[in-house]
């Protein structure tokens, strides 16, 4: 564990109890992958552009992502989740 503290926006809360539980288990695995290793290749860490600017994504499986923004060093809030075209509408 590198010391973050994991923050859920009360919508990516929302989403994320509306998914079905596989595509939920793949969520919160990653986030606990994220947490160990932030920067794990798998996860596809990476900065986001356009409306996105200022936050990051990382990859659940497939076309599966989650999107946050580092608040302070050590705290990450998830804001956001879904396929690739859900979230770049």
């Not at 919160?28 to 900065?47: C, G, K, Q, T, Y």
């Not at 200022?54 to 990450?76: C, E, P, W």
């Amino acid at each position: 564990m590198n010391g973050l503290t994991v923050k859920l926006h009360k919508d990516f809360e929302k989403q994320l109890a509306k998914l079905p539980k596989k595509q939920r288990d793949r969520a919160i695995d990653a986030i606990d992958l994220f947490l160990d290793e932030p920067m794990e290749p798998s996860l596809r860490n990476h900065a986001l552009k356009g409306q996105w600017l200022g936050y990051r994504s990382i990859s659940a499986g497939g076309d599966f992502r989650l999107h946050f923004k580092m608040i302070d060093q050590n705290t990450v809030l998830f804001v956001a989740l879904g396929s690739h075209s859900q979230l770049y509408k």
